[in-house]
């Protein structure tokens, strides 16, 4: 039976450092039952001499035991909250080891554990008033016994605010409470310098094709070919590489991504394809949240008492207005967020088919990123050479950077049709 562990595609180094720190958890707890040593960080192969040292200024404790807030970093798809979920898992565990098989694994898991809150950014950022409310509730007792694990799945969007009250937290944890943060990288934009100094840092790496593929084949059932095709065409982001081998719609999507640089035959063909790529993000975008959306405003309405005929439901009708509103606010910054990120699906695919032309430019001796257009990246290198290759990938990598440094995403992609056009 696989452990909690056995997801995280091609993450060796960081198994075996978590797996430690599970084992140095489970010991503290151990240590409490039998009332020696209460405090979290007294456990470890440190030992128990001075229990407060790693808890003070000097951020955590750099040995392999375990401590109170951690950070997974990785590029998207390496497996960030993946990572996180598994570890919060192996803390809940009843044998300490993330077995997989106890209730404690079964529901941190399954994302129903008590004592682990999965903070996920509805928007694009995570808002302060959100922040205290969890920070209150990490602090109280753990209903299991265990630890209380608080997950925040994009700490690079917390708000300021919201950073600084996490920041107090981290400064001074309740003793059975665990932060787990997912970030990009460490670099100050996605985390403040001071949080990162009070966290241990798990760097995971863009896991190799062929691991991606040996999961997609043991855990979803992929045949062994398309697994391959799809863990090489997702770029080593594993839940994309799962899309692509099972979600038509999604293989649709990027074939027609992919069909972009032979329609650019003009100027009019490249405002066209920038329409064409703008709209498919808003209409995937759409779809992946319509739902959301419906059943969230349904729930309010009936919480609000909107269909009553009492004499007081027209009155109270009123009052709500406020909070309606207020949940349309969240949803349409959901909306924005979920176009982004299928744009930037598309751009990474784009990226990818030049990328291919610049390698078979080069005869640099390395697979290609989508093997179902590798012969249109090789009449592409033909023609354009390793120079206009490279600018057009230049292209597509700076109008991901212009998107993400605010410019309104239309302005940026018609910049990079045009330029992809002209080369
Ligand atoms: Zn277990």
Redesign the pocket.
């Known amino acids: 039976m696989p452990d909690?562990f056995a997801d995280l595609v091609g993450q060796d180094e960081a198994v075996v450092e978590l797996r430690r720190a599970a084992a140095a958890a489970a010991a503290v707890l151990r240590a409490a039952a039998a009332d020696r040593a209460p405090a979290l960080l007294a456990a470890g192969p440190t030992g128990g001499d001075e229990p407060e040292a790693a808890a003070v200024p000097g951020g955590p404790d750099v040995s392999t035991g375990m401590t109170h807030a951690w950070i997974f970093t990785g590029p998207p798809g390496s497996g960030r909250s993946v990572a996180a979920r598994a570890f919060a898992?192996a803390l809940q565990?009843?044998?300490g080891?993330?077995?997989?098989?106890?209730p404690?694994?079964h529901t941190t898991m399954g994302g129903t554990h008590a004592d682990v809150r999965l903070v996920e950014p509805e928007g694009l950022s995570i808002g302060v008033n959100d922040m205290r409310a969890l920070v209150l509730r990490a602090a109280s007792t753990p209903s299991g016994g265990r630890w209380q694990v608080v997950v925040i799945s994009d700490a690079d969007r917390l708000t300021e605010a919201a950073g600084n009250a996490l920041l107090k937290a981290i400064e001074e944890p309740p003793p059975r409470t665990v932060f787990l943060l997912c970030a990009p990288s460490t670099h100050p934009d996605d985390v403040s310098v001071t949080i990162r100094s009070r966290c241990r840092v798990v760097p995971l790496r863009q896991p190799p094709a062929a691991a991606v593929a040996e999961v997609l084949v043991r855990r979803d059932g992929v045949a062994p070919d398309v697994a391959r095709w799809a863990a090489a065409a997702a770029q080593g982001h594993v839940g994309r590489a799962r899309r692509l081998a099972r979600d038509p719609e999604a293989r649709k999507r990027r074939e027609a991504v992919l069909a972009v640089p032979r329609r650019l035959t003009g100027v009019g063909a490249a405002f066209d394809a920038a329409s064409a790529l703008i709209e498919a993000a808003e209409a995937e975008a759409e779809a992946s949240v319509s739902e959301a959306d419906t059943t969230e405003r349904t729930a309010l309405e009936r919480a609000l008492g909107a269909g009553g005929t009492g004499r007081g439901a027209a009155g109270a009708m009123r009052g709500a207005a406020g909070q309606l509103k207020e949940l349309e606010k969240r949803q349409k910054s959901r909306a924005t967020r979920a176009q982004r990120d299928a744009l930037d699906r598309a751009l990474v695919d784009l990226a990818g088919f030049y990328r291919d032309a610049l390698t078979m430019a080069l005869r640099a001796p390395v697979d290609p990123v989508h093997t179902d257009t590798a012969a249109m990246a090789g009449a592409g290198a033909q023609k354009w050479d390793a120079e206009g290759s490279l600018r057009r990938l230049e292209a597509v990598l700076a109008c991901r950077a212009a998107i993400e440094a605010n410019v309104k995403p239309r302005i940026a992609v018609e910049a990079m049709m045009l330029a992809l056009w002209k080369g």
């Open positions: 909690v898992a565990c009843v044998h080891t993330g077995c997989g098989e106890c404690g694994c």
